[in-house]
């Protein structure tokens, strides 16, 4: 009775040790968060001239609650009160900050690099399945994104 119970009981605990697996999904990935909304932050980083070795977009499809970031560059990443625009820190080469965005792809953000005189951020990334690179510089304008691919 016993060995029957220890039994029932091992294989009900290795069972329950895999659930977790079977009920994770890739858009419930904890190490990913949304970006922080913060319009006083977002006008340091993205008005006027704007903050060195940032880079600033206009959101021009999509929600802001499209957006992950792993947890550890959820304050590199901050979108206006309105969550019509954001602004990014630049991450380097090696590390470069990169933006899940949900069904669109994602973008990656590193540098510093100098654009036009400006510090600002190499980006690049996969849009639609279609590879794009680019800069982009902290304060006006706005680099659109999601990009617009010709037809």
Request: proline residues 7%.
């Amino acid at each position: 009775m016993i060995g029957r119970t220890v039994l029932t009981f091992a294989l009900l605990a290795s069972s329950i040790a895999y659930l977790p697996a079977f009920a994770q999904s890739p858009d419930s990935d904890p190490s990913r968060v949304s970006p922080k909304m913060d319009d006083a932050i977002w006008k340091q980083w993205c008005t006027g001239a704007g903050t060195p070795n940032h880079a600033c977009f206009h959101l021009i499809k999509g929600s802001h609650t499209d957006y992950s970031v792993l947890t550890k560059d959820q304050d590199k990443i901050i979108f206006s009160g309105q969550g019509h625009y954001f602004g990014v820190e630049c991450g380097t080469d090696a590390e470069p900050i990169t933006i899940q965005v949900e069904g669109v792809g994602h973008l990656d953000i590193k540098g510093p690099y100098t654009v036009n005189g400006k510090p600002g951020c190499a980006i690049g990334g996969m849009m639609y399945g279609q590879y794009f690179g680019g800069n982009a510089v902290p304060g006006t304008p706005y680099a659109d994104f999601p990009v617009k691919f010709a037809d």
